[in-house]
């Protein structure tokens, strides 16, 4: 069973900083599609960034475009962890944060890698909380 765990959130000031991890219970995760994704009360998980597989697509980096330039999502395959920075915060990024995975194949497309349905794995959660 794929495990995924998810540290880092908290509670900070608008303009601020925070960095999220992620651990795969996996003994090598580089063939992983990783992905962070965000759901604030009452409304549904968005997509935030994602990062393909190191092996064939070379761990490209795809952003939604409201944390572009301020989120910055990077891999360490030898930890099997995932990284979200968070800069420049603002109170709308305020969220529970989700982690995702999928062991990709060569027929996935790129373009889903922003949908929900795309990944197979997910992380409990960890709660983020900007105060203006």
């Known amino acids: 069973q794929v495990q995924l765990v998810e540290s880092g959130g908290g509670l900070v000031q608008a303009g601020g900083s925070l960095r999220l991890s992620c651990v795969i219970s996996r003994r090598t995760s580089s063939g992983y599609a990783r992905g962070w994704f965000r759901q604030a009360p009452g409304k549904e998980r968005e997509f935030v960034p994602s990062?393909?597989?190191?092996?064939?697509?070379?761990?490209?980096?795809y952003y939604a475009d409201s944390v572009k330039g301020r989120f910055t999502i990077s891999r360490d395959d030898a930890k099997n962890t995932v990284y979200l920075q968070m800069n420049s915060l603002k109170p709308e990024d305020t969220a529970v944060y989700y982690c995702?995975?999928?062991?990709?194949?060569?027929?996935?497309?790129?373009?889903?890698?922003?949908?929900?349905?795309?990944?197979?794995?997910w992380g409990q959660g960890t709660q983020v909380t900007v105060s203006s």
């Open positions: 995702a995975a999928r062991p990709e194949s060569y027929s996935d497309s790129v373009g889903s890698y922003n949908s929900v349905g795309f990944y197979n794995y």
């Open positions: 990062i393909a597989n190191t092996i064939w697509r070379y761990g490209r980096t």
